[in-house]
């Protein structure tokens, strides 16, 4: 495997952990933002028990599902519990590094014991060797996984003290970046940032400290690259998450999109290190925390006089970050499934007509990666008649070959949704999907009910999962 | 709407016809006098057939026919007929066309649980077979619940 397929992967491991669980942060960054708005009790005590336990471990129980199915999800969410318990800090690295890595040991433990478990003692064994390796893994975690991010976050602080004595204040957001997106950002906002900004208070009635961190530039930056030039579900959602953070200032919303596609962090640096040259600069600063860090509250911590030059600083930010993270944004959408990239290319190469070859198309086919496949679109065209038929068979046969965590719909060729992955069809409608779709996996079918393509289809899905597996 | 609820006056048994497009202009009279659909949602159902191919062929001898929602379907319904003699719609292996099924829908998903319970039957040989035969329409019903 080549290390830029290897990057995708990972990247797009990461991806498969933070995206399914978009919508948790989003219920997540609202009940904060308007709990600190309107200052109510009831929403600000989700706060912290959301983000401590909630979200974390949803993170490990995506990462445990992708490795190992349910199974996995629910080792990986148990071994998570033990780095949550054993810092002070928010342990998203502890969830993505555990979730999927206990599913992975449970796999290999299940495939150890395969075919020596007595009929009759799968399902007690079972349960069992997750409790008894969850369990371990879950204090592992605590003594050893959680000190170990502690400390990492203790390098990054560190990091930042020695750059703003050295005067090179600019350069923090080499380390102040990468932080904030691992969730440390309380730990140096609260840690370093605040008790110098308190000292240059008292000497100098402002502090450029306070805005390092809640400079809310970069992220609307990566926020915006994905409203434009995203695709599908983080594009919808980067909408609302733009609001939630420049306006509300929960940052920690736009820390998933960077998760998963992390080169994206390099925009951020880019981005909040020119903000802070700006600041410099221009010499403003706050007179006290902003926090949260939204543009309202910054604007009311501004020094007088200071308003103008920190929202041309933070708009300086924006951009920088913005054109840098537009590239990056757009590569990642063809990273999505690891091979499209491969399959676009050929395709490339084989010129337009191949677009209309089915030959060509198979080949296209036999390069798709079915391992990670959840959803399968089943078209025709009016959507509700041969294709509803066809899909309530497909799954069928898909539970019944122990595959559950695929779902079949069906929709109107017409209305195919942006992102497939599979789309079975029949093959007098096939020209009409490829037309609509492509670097998708093609399954043409002639007979709905007893298609031979569907044990096909099965097999093969079964195969990638395997090879994936290992 | 369940298999259950399918009656003997659902079902037309040995219709006599020459041509697909005759087939289903007959077949779909039931869902016309029922009020179920508009007389054009039976051009409509035909013209797909003309655009797209015979892809309402959903097994052999089956033809599931239909068309969408805003082509004049008024309620969800589902009537049956058998053909005598069998028809030829084009689509190769799947034919002759023994059996239409006639469905209208007025949304994508409340017929749901009714196709699955028929696909299981029209999966099954034997019952399919026998659905064909069928001599009676009270015989026809009574295969389809015998699930």
């Not at chain 1, 003290?161 to 140096?188: Q, S």
């Not at chain 1, 308190?198 to 970069?218: D, H, R, Y």
């Not at chain 2, 299981?120 to 015998?146: C, P, R, T, W, Y």
Request: glycine share 10%; charged share 15%.
């Amino acid at each position: 495997m080549s290390v830029k397929v290897k990057i995708q992967n990972f990247g797009s491991k990461l991806s498969g952990m933070v995206i399914p669980n978009l919508g948790a942060f989003m219920a997540w960054g609202i009940l904060t933002a308007v709990g600190i708005a309107i200052d109510n009790e009831v929403l600000r005590s989700f706060i912290v028990p959301m983000l401590t336990y909630l979200l974390p471990l949803l993170i490990a129980f995506a990462g445990g599902n992708a490795v190992y199915g349910f199974r996995g999800g629910v080792i990986g969410a148990v071994a998570t519990i033990g780095v949550i318990i054993g810092s002070d800090i928010t342990m998203f690295i502890g969830a993505m590094i555990l979730g999927p890595s206990s599913a992975w040991l449970l796999k290999k433990f299940d495939k150890s014991i395969d075919g020596k478990i007595p009929t009759g003692f799968e399902l007690l064994i079972n349960n069992i060797s997750s409790g008894l390796i969850g369990g371990a893994l879950a204090v592992i975690g605590y003594l050893f996984v959680a000190p170990a991010i502690s400390s990492l976050t203790g390098v990054l602080a560190g990091g930042v003290d020695f750059l703003v004595t050295h005067k090179l204040l600019p350069l923090t957001a080499v380390f102040i970046e990468p932080a904030k997106v691992l969730f440390l950002n309380n730990a140096i906002g609260q840690g370093i940032l605040t008790p110098l900004g308190t000292t240059q208070l008292a000497q100098l009635g402002k502090s450029v400290m306070f805005l390092l961190e809640s400079n809310p530039g970069p992220g609307i930056g990566v926020l915006l690259a994905y409203m434009f030039f995203g695709k599908g579900n983080s594009k919808a959602t980067a909408y609302g998450a733009g609001v939630i953070h420049f306006f509300g200032g929960i940052h920690e919303i736009y820390f998933p999109f960077v998760l998963m596609n992390p080169p994206l962090v390099i925009a951020l640096i880019a981005g909040g290190a020119s903000g802070t040259l700006m600041f410099s600069i221009f010499k403003v600063g706050l007179i006290g925390v902003a926090s949260p860090g939204s543009i309202i509250s910054i604007m009311m911590m501004a020094a007088e006089g200071d308003r103008l030059k920190i929202i041309i600083s933070i708009l300086v930010s924006s951009i920088v970050t913005f054109l840098i993270a537009i590239p990056l944004v757009k590569r990642a959408k063809n990273s999505d499934s690891q091979l499209k990239d491969s399959v676009k290319e050929m395709e490339k190469m084989k010129g337009k007509e191949s677009r209309i070859s089915s030959v060509f198309e198979n080949q296209a086919n036999t390069n798709y990666n079915l391992a990670d496949v959840k959803l399968i679109a089943y078209a025709c065209d009016a959507g509700l008649g041969s294709s509803a038929m066809g899909a309530g068979v497909l799954q069928k046969k898909l539970r019944a070959a122990g595959i559950d965590d695929i779902k079949v719909f069906h929709v109107a060729v017409n209305n195919l949704p942006a992102e497939c992955q599979v789309i079975v069809s029949h093959e007098s409608l096939m020209a009409r999907v490829k037309e609509k779709q492509s670097g998708c996996y093609f399954v043409e079918i002639v007979d709905y009910l007893n298609a031979p393509e569907y044990e096909q289809l099965i097999k093969d899905i079964k195969e990638a999962r395997e090879k994936a597996a290992d | 709407m369940l298999l259950d609820r399918i009656t003997a006056s659902d079902v037309l048994i040995q219709l006599k016809t020459d041509n697909w497009e005759d087939a289903i202009r007959k077949s779909s009279q039931t869902l016309l006098e029922k009020g179920s659909i508009e007389s054009r949602y039976i051009d409509a159902m035909i013209k797909v057939v003309h655009e797209n191919g015979p892809y309402i062929v959903i097994s052999k001898h089956i033809a599931l026919a239909h068309a969408r929602t805003e082509c004049g379907a008024l309620h969800t319904d589902i009537t049956f007929a058998t053909l005598d003699p069998a028809i030829h719609f084009n689509a190769g292996a799947l034919d002759p066309v023994k059996l239409i099924i006639t469905l209208s829908a007025t949304d994508a998903d409340t017929h749901l649980d009714l196709l699955g319970e028929l696909s299981d039957i029209l999966m099954d040989e034997e019952k399919s077979e026998a659905l064909f035969n069928a001599g009676s329409a009270e015989e026809f019903v009574q295969i389809l619940h015998s699930n």
